[in-house]
């Protein structure tokens, strides 16, 4: 009769982390299916293709004596204003400034570690120029 009581002690506690684990297994993937959490994903992703953020890296901002280089570098064949300027992520080792031309286009400016223009994209197309 010593036997039950000790086998109930070690199954109750094995039982309750089984039930812990099916309901917290079953919440989450009852949410990840709903249609609002599909809608939500949807959104987020087009409010990112919108910005034109379509790539997962994050690309840091370009700061100090290389930003003014970079950007004096791109507004000396791309006149215009400099919208932003920043590391790119899509091609390491490379400078990349957006500047707002005169007739309201943006085109984004690829320079390399010396400050020479390499590439071009206009806003808006996946097409490249070379800037050479």
Do not use: H, N, W
């Not at 709903?34 to 087009?46: L, M």
């Not at 223009?117 to 197309?125: H, R, W």
């Amino acid at each position: 009769m010593r036997a039950l009581p000790r086998r109930a002690l070690l199954a109750a506690p094995a039982a309750v982390l089984m039930f812990a684990l099916v309901a917290c297994g079953g919440a989450s993937d009852s949410d990840s299916g709903s249609p609002k959490a599909a809608d939500t994903r949807q959104s987020a992703q087009s409010a990112g293709a919108a910005a034109g953020d379509t790539d997962d890296e994050t690309e840091p901002p370009l700061t100090g004596d290389i930003k003014q280089k970079a950007e004096a570098a791109a507004l000396a064949e791309y006149p215009g204003t400099v919208v932003k300027s920043e590391e790119d992520a899509e091609k390491p080792g490379m400078y990349a400034v957006e500047v707002k031309q005169q007739d309201g286009t943006s085109i984004e400016v690829y320079l390399d570690k010396s400050f020479k223009v390499t590439d071009t994209k206009k806003e808006g197309t996946e097409e490249t120029d070379d800037a050479s």
